[in-house]
């Protein structure tokens, strides 16, 4: 049984850092491809953030380029999201996917389409 379990939300002020990250469990991280989706409140669509592709090419949302950064650990079969310079306006719930299709068509897809993914972590930003 798939499992992805995200951790590392919180509050935190604006211009701050937190580290999400993501535990797979019942899958091998290097077969998917794996990607960070958020649910911001009052929003009816979900954002697609950031996604490490499993043939090893990365997508940023324009969003949060050069503030996020994805990683992934295979052998610890975790995926990580580094955000810095925080903004109020990144307060969401996180989700982590893992999906065995490439970046083109999991971009398009909701998350609730993709082949695994979390149950969220909430970050809010705030002072």
């Known amino acids: 049984q798939v499992q992805l379990v995200e951790s590392g939300g919180g509050l935190v002020q604006p211009g701050g850092s937190l580290r999400l990250s993501c535990a797979a469990s019942?899958?091998?991280?290097?077969?998917?491809?794996m990607g960070w989706f958020r649910q911001a409140p009052g929003k009816e669509r979900e954002e697609v953030l950031c996604i490490s592709g499993l043939d090893g090419v990365t997508y940023y949302a324009d969003s949060v380029k050069g503030r996020f950064t994805i990683s992934r650990d295979n052998d610890k079969n975790t995926v990580y999201l580094e955000m810095d310079s925080l903004k109020p306006e990144d307060t969401a719930v996180y989700y982590c996917v893992a999906d065995r299709r490439r970046i083109p068509t999991l971009r398009q897809l909701p998350r609730t389409e993709c082949d695994h993914w979390g149950q969220g972590t909430q970050v809010s930003v705030s002072s």
């Open positions: 019942g899958l091998t991280l290097e077969s998917y491809s």
